[in-house]
């Protein structure tokens, strides 16, 4: 998944200007401790992390 998808469906799901603050601070134990932006830096690839917002945050499946 392109880092471009992977923005358009956080914000999609969480409207433009929560998605980056979700982002930002929510801190996921699923992400190895880190936030989504943490894991997409350390290498995380957006696909997995997507899977992992989904997971936590009780995304419909349709949004998967």
Do not use: I, N
């Amino acid at each position: 998944m392109r880092l471009t998808v992977f923005w358009q469906r956080m914000a999609e799901h969480f409207g433009p200007a929560y998605a980056d603050t979700f982002a930002r601070d929510h801190v996921m134990s699923e992400l190895g401790g880190r936030t989504v932006h943490e894991a997409l830096a350390a290498g995380w690839d957006a696909k997995d992390v997507w899977r992992v917002v989904c997971t936590v945050m009780d995304v419909p499946p349709e949004k998967h």
